[in-house]
Every structure is written in C-alpha cells, then in structure tokens.
C-alpha cells in the first residue's frame, strides 16, 4: 500500500494551541450548561432551525423531546467530554441521567431498527460504564449496551458478512444495504466482544469492515455513500447514494466517516489494509477542501462554488486525522494528519463556531444534513457540535482515551 504524503492545504490555516483549544472548549461549556438548564431530561431535534435547536418531535409512540431517532446520543456525549474537561458534576449527573433513559429505551424496545445502535449505545451507555459516579449506575449502562449490542448483531446478514443498516429487516427496499456510516457503529460489537470474549461480535466487526473496504471504497479514494449485497448469495450489486450529490459523487460526510471509521476498525481488529483505507479517505478530503478548510457537503464542487459547506464533515475528519496520527507516532505522515486536523479545527473556530455562545445554543454552525431533501442545510448538527468538542478536547489532551 501507498504511503504518499498527505496533501497540502491551499490556504495559510494556523495550527491550534493547547490554549486556544481551552479557549474554544470554554466557550462550548458555556453553551451545554446553558442547553441542560434549558432541556432539561428532554431532547433536542437533530438539527437546528436558524441557529436554535427545537425540541425532538413526537413519532413512533415518542412523546417530544423523547429519544428516539439516532443522534440523542451526542447530547449526553459532550456532557461525558465537557464533565472531562471541567470535572464539574453537573455535566455528569446530566449524562447519567441519560443513561438511564438509554436503558429504559433498549429494554422497553423503542425505536431499535437500526445499525444506529452502535452511536446511540456507545456514547449514551458504554462510556457510563466506564465513568459512571457508582458501581450500580456504571453495571445498568453496561447491561443496556451487551443489550444493544445484541440487538445490532440481529442486523447482521450472512452470506453477505455485513450489518444491514436502517428499518424493518424484512422491507424489501432495504434489504442487503448498509452504508459508510455504519464503520462508526461497530465500536459497541468490539466492545462487547472484549466484555463477554465472544468471538461473535469481533468476527462481525471484521467482515463487515473488509465488505466496506472492498466495495464502498472506489479505487480512486472516493467513497459511496450506501451500498447493496444480494442478501441470498452474499453477492456484491452496486453502490448509490441517500445524502450525497449523485451516485457517484463523493458525500463529504461519508468521506469523513471513512477516516475516522476505517481508523478505529483498523484499531479494533488489528487489521492494516482498514488502516490503509482511511489513509486513502484521508488523502482524497484534504486534496478536495476549498481555500478556508471548511469543505463543500459533497466534495464533487471546487473552490469558489456556492453550494452549502458542511462544518460537520470537517469536525468528524478531524478526529479521524487524530485518530490516525496516534497510531503512527512520529512517522512523517502522522505528523502531516496532525497538522490537517489542527488545520480543520482551527477553521471551525474562526468560521464556524457562533462568535458569542448566546448567539446559538449550537456549538458549530452551517452543518448540512440530508441537503437533497432540503433537511438542516446550513444549520447546527447534533454530531457536528459533539465531533467539534471531541476534537477540541483531542487538541488540549492528547492522551484522551477514546469514546469509540
């Protein structure tokens, strides 16, 4: 495998101080403090509208502001970040409560078809076990999370070795699909794999990331964003998109999901062409930036173009770049990852996070969702504001042990 060099940025980004990481950490505090006085035990919705979360709509038998749906856990995953960086116990008494609700939510059944699990449990429950303020509280997210977990691998699919990824397992048009997303949901399964020792969950994780390797990554870098086996003979079909631009564009979220994705897969199974695969994701985004670091939602448009930017897709390949440098300590090319991921996030700070914490109770600004559907286009995420303070805190503490 090639070990070229990352590309170089076009423009001038300045490399992000321990001290302008607290700086920026500070100013996120300010704004989940504000937002858990404000929600309270509640949700906010996947996005914002103008700069302000709403509740969490009703659906599903889900009253508002309930958990449903696959980002709730980003909410209480900056509280788990914030209560790090700051040791003030509100934040954790926020996230576990939280965790609470997250056990309640797997074992009543709600809202589970989906390969989501795996974000939604890691954050909300896994890291509970391990930071939770007391051995009951810590043993009810573990539980919840071997729980989901096993919920996820009903997902998964033979001959096909791969984890199917939204809706009902017996709808027709879903059948054999999984997405690039998916990479970022197998953490749980290695986790569980290291409670339990059963082999099932690693074995799980190790197909489904090679199926991903050899098929939703092109040979030119690029990425789909979704994919399809035939579910019968496990034969590979074709690649499409849901979010991105066309079919064959190359959906900058998913492209930052095959970074950050490819990287702790790579971690988990020890696997080096998964760790070769988000090198090449890597290489492609950087290559593919405009001017100011902050890249297009689909990296099919070049500098000077007037389509939306998606700040997320940076904060999430930022992590990644992070993730990789950590596990090639002083070669040249972890160098140069550190280097593009100070480069995002010192993008973000200066064009992306609100200029006063007042201003949004979002900490990152022109996020895009689903821009075909015209869904949160040029608005805050849930995943861009946690992936924005993982990647802070990645910056003032490199020793962080991972969430994923």
Known sequence: M????????TSAGATVSAIDARSAIEAALQTVR????????????????????????????????????????????????????????????????HAADFSRR?????????????????????????????????DDAKNAALLAADHLMARFLEPAGIIQAWGDLRDPAQAGRTI???????????WAARQTGDPRYSDAVRRHAAQLQA????????????????????????????QGAFDDSCWARGQAWGIYGFAINS?????????????RCARYFLAH?????????????EDGNTAPRDSSAAAIAACGLFELARWEPGTERALAATEAGHRLVSALIARCAPENPSDSDALLLHGVYDLPKNVGVDEGTLWGDYFYLEALVRIADPEWVTYW
Do not use: K
């Not at 995953?77 to 509100?90: P, V």
């Not at 890691?122 to 930071?131: D, E």
């Not at 930036?289 to 448009?301: M, S, T």
């Open 267 to 279: 971690r988990a199974t020890g696997d080096p062409v998964l760790r070769e695969a988000a090198w």
């Open 289 to 301: 930036l405009p001017g100011d670091d902050v890249p297009y939602w689909d990296l099919v448009y």
């Open 34 to 97: 504000r937002n858990i006085e404000a929600w309270g035990p509640s949700y906010p919705d996947d996005t914002t509208r103008n700069g302000r979360y709403r509740p969490r709509p009703a659906g599903a038998g889900v009253g508002e502001g309930g958990n449903r749906g696959w980002t709730t856990s980003f909410w209480p995953g900056m509280q788990w970040l914030s209560w790090e960086m700051s040791g003030d116990e509100t934040f954790r008494s926020a996230a576990q409560s």
């Open 106 to 138: 797997v074992r009543e059944g709600v809202d589970l078809d989906t390969h989501d699990l795996g974000f939604l449990y890691s954050l909300a429950s896994v890291t509970t076990s391990r930071m939770g303020s007391d051995p009951e509280i810590r």
């Open 2 to 9: 090639s070990h070229l060099s990352l590309p170089s940025s």
């Open 180 to 190: 690039i997303d998916s990479l970022m949901n197998m953490p749980l399964l290695s």
């Open 215 to 242: 098929h939703i990554l092109r040979p030119d870098d690029t990425t789909f964003h979704t994919f399809y086996w035939d579910v019968e003979s496990g034969r590979p079909l074709r690649g499409a998109t849901e």
